[in-house]
């Protein structure tokens, strides 16, 4: 079946302008995740949401950054006035509760560059 | 000091060796304990998944955690080019949301 997607793949963008970034979940996965992964750094948790709860936002770096989960599927991270430091690969990832293991599922990620 | 320790590598092997790959972690809350694989450009995929103290076995792939001492191993035997990829260590506790590490770098040459 199809696998998490993300879109768009790369993306150049302008320091101080805004992005928007999304993904669209295994369908039936409840649980959705953002992660950063900066070069040689692992993955910085940024946001969880699971079904219709409140959204985990902890790992938000600044209140530049937001996210929504529409209809419990697609999501869209959202970073206003980008800075050259907001410069990664932005990973989602979706996992289903019904699983023991709560496995994660990782789309292929967007590569952002700020110049 | 971080939650999960990884050292970043790269680490370099033959063809045909024995690899290990690790990770300590300070949180004894932890219980959780996954490995993740991830090829440039792609997103990280899951390799093993443990949740108690000992071995667990796939393949040519071992997973070793010592709740005891906070640290977790991977090891691949008879490594092959096609293992050349990032490895990631993953652990949580109750949250579902885990803590990586910052992943090893291994490269297997023929």
């Known amino acids: 079946g199809a696998g998490v997607s993300q879109s768009p793949s790369n993306k150049v963008t302008e320091k101080g302008k805004d992005v928007e970034l999304r993904c669209d979940p295994i369908s039936g996965h409840t649980a959705l995740y953002w992660y950063r992964q900066s070069l040689g750094q692992g993955l910085e948790f940024l946001i969880y949401f699971q079904g219709n709860s409140a959204p985990d936002k902890s790992g938000l770096p600044s209140d530049r950054f937001s996210a929504e989960r529409t209809g419990g599927s697609v999501s869209t991270l959202t970073i206003q006035r980008t800075q050259q430091e907001d410069s990664a690969v932005y990973l989602c990832a979706s996992s289903s509760p019904q699983v023991f293991t709560y496995e994660q599922y990782f789309g292929p990620g967007t590569r952002l560059t700020v110049t | 000091q971080k939650e999960v320790e990884q050292d970043p590598g790269p680490l370099s092997v033959p063809e045909g060796a024995i690899v290990s790959l690790n990770c300590t972690y300070s949180n004894s809350a932890f219980q959780y304990f996954m490995w993740y694989r991830q090829y440039s450009r792609k997103g990280p995929e899951l390799l093993m998944y443990?949740?108690?103290?000992g071995n667990k076995e796939d393949g040519r792939f071992t997973a070793q955690v010592d709740k005891s001492s906070k640290y977790i191993s991977l090891f691949i035997r008879d490594s092959q080019p096609s293992d050349s990829a990032t490895y990631l260590c993953a652990i949580r506790g109750g949250s579902y949301i885990p803590t990586f590490g910052r992943g090893t770098s291994l490269i297997v040459h023929p």
């Open positions: 443990t949740y108690s103290s």
